[in-house]
């Protein structure tokens, strides 16, 4: 059984920085893609960051480009999230998850990805 926890959310004003990461068991975590989403009240679940199995590619959306960094670490099983100059808008609920296929490519939906954390929230004052 794949099991995905996420840590390292929190309140921060805004312009400051703070790293998620969500540790994966369960599963060969170096052969699967993994991505961060997050969902804001009254809206849908949006991607945020995808990484590949091997951390050579990755792809963000647009309103994160430039201030989101997604990394992984196989030898420890994690996938990391860095937030810097965050903004109110970014306020969510974030999610990693991790892709359906062996030695995945990066993927920006949610159908791409199979077994998802519980959650942790990021909530940004202005």
């Known amino acids: 059984q794949v099991r995905l926890v996420e840590s390292g959310g929190g309140l921060v004003q805004a312009g400051g920085s703070l790293r998620l990461s969500c540790a994966v068991s369960g599963r060969t975590f170096s052969l699967f893609a993994m991505g961060w989403f997050r969902q804001a009240p009254g809206k849908e679940r949006e991607f945020v960051a995808t990484i590949n199995w091997n951390g050579g590619s990755t792809d963000y959306t647009d309103s994160v480009k430039g201030r989101f960094t997604i990394s992984r670490d196989n030898a420890k099983n994690t996938v990391y999230l860095q937030m810097n100059s965050l903004k109110p808008e970014d306020t969510a609920v974030y999610y990693c998850?991790?892709?359906?296929?062996?030695?995945?490519?990066?993927?920006?939906?949610?159908?791409?990805?199979?077994?998802w954390g519980q959650g942790t929230q990021v909530t940004v004052s202005s």
């Open positions: 998850a991790v892709g359906r296929r062996i030695a995945g490519s990066i993927a920006s939906t949610v159908r791409m990805y199979d077994s």
